[in-house]
Each structure stands twice: as structure tokens, then as C-alpha cells.
């Protein structure tokens, strides 16, 4: 019986929009460093990526590396993983980048507008799931 308590614990600090392993980081292919920027129409070649937070709030933004690299797709995969990204939203996705992000987990959204905007958008997506 005392083998449960801590495991019932342990699942009330679940976030209610995140996965088992943590809360939602959102990250988002962009054409500007603020959070009203457009987003991109290539998600592995976007300029930047801005990194979101569960309540929509703007925590990072990374200048995008892969820019004009070849395989970009899965560079662009593994940097999101390592920022723990769990929903990335661009305009379009290239094959490549769907199947790393698939590979590492991470949930790819197509929106268009600006990124604050879609951020929004997908988080209330999430609360009605």
C-alpha cells in the first residue's frame, strides 16, 4: 500500500497541458525576434525559432543555425529537443523535419499569422483535449 502513495503524488504535479514528462514548450518558426513576428513559411530555415512557455509568455529566442545547411530538418529537431520543445508550429514542414521530429517526439503544428497569436491558439487547442 505505501508503494502507491508516492505515485499518486507524483501524478497530481502532471501540468494539465503537458506530457507525462513535463510541461508544454512551444517553439515557433519566425521571421522576427518578437512574439508578434510572423511566422515562417519554412520551419527549418526559419531566421529564428521563439520558444514559448505553457501560459503563451515569450522565454527565448534562438537564431536558427540551419539556416541555408543542408540536412537542416534534423539539426533543427535535435536543438529543439535539447530546449525541450514539445509542439513546434511553422507554416510548412519538410519531410525531413517531419520525420526527426516525429523521432524525437515533438508534436509539429501548421499555422499561419503571428507567432503570438498561434501560440494562443494551440494552447486552448491543448485545454479542450
Same mark, same amino acid.
Given at each position: 500500500m505505501r508503494r502507491w502513495i508516492? %505515485?499518486?503524488?507524483? !501524478?497530481a504535479l502532471v501540468p494539465v497541458l503537458g506530457a507525462s514528462? &513535463?510541461?508544454?514548450?512551444?517553439?515557433?518558426?519566425?521571421? &522576427?525576434?518578437?512574439?508578434?513576428? /510572423? %511566422?515562417? /513559411?519554412?520551419?527549418?530555415?526559419?531566421?529564428? %525559432?521563439?520558444?514559448?512557455?505553457?501560459?503563451?509568455? !515569450?522565454v527565448e529566442v534562438v537564431d536558427n543555425g540551419g539556416v541555408g545547411a543542408q540536412r /537542416? &530538418?534534423? *539539426? @533543427?529537431?535535435l536543438a529543439l529537443k535539447g530546449k525541450g @520543445?514539445?509542439?513546434? %508550429?511553422?507554416?510548412?514542414?519538410?519531410?525531413?523535419?517531419?520525420r526527426a521530429l516525429d523521432g524525437a517526439g515533438i508534436q509539429h503544428v501548421a499555422k499561419t499569422g503571428? /507567432? *503570438?497569436?498561434a501560440v494562443a491558439q494551440l494552447i486552448e487547442e491543448l485545454k479542450e483535449r
Amino acid at each position: 500500500m505505501r508503494r502507491w502513495i508516492p %505515485i499518486l503524488a507524483t !501524478l497530481a504535479l502532471v501540468p494539465v497541458l503537458g506530457a507525462s514528462t &513535463g510541461p508544454v514548450k512551444i517553439g515557433v518558426a519566425s521571421s &522576427g525576434r518578437e512574439a508578434d513576428a /510572423a %511566422i515562417s /513559411a519554412e520551419a527549418s530555415r526559419a531566421p529564428y %525559432i521563439l520558444l514559448f512557455d505553457e501560459k503563451g509568455g !515569450l522565454v527565448e529566442v534562438v537564431d536558427n543555425g540551419g539556416v541555408g545547411a543542408q540536412r /537542416a &530538418g534534423p *539539426q @533543427v529537431a535535435l536543438a529543439l529537443k535539447g530546449k525541450g @520543445v514539445t509542439h513546434y %508550429i511553422a507554416q510548412r514542414f519538410g519531410p525531413n523535419l517531419v520525420r526527426a521530429l516525429d523521432g524525437a517526439g515533438i508534436q509539429h503544428v501548421a499555422k499561419t499569422g503571428s /507567432a *503570438q497569436e498561434a501560440v494562443a491558439q494551440l494552447i486552448e487547442e491543448l485545454k479542450e483535449r
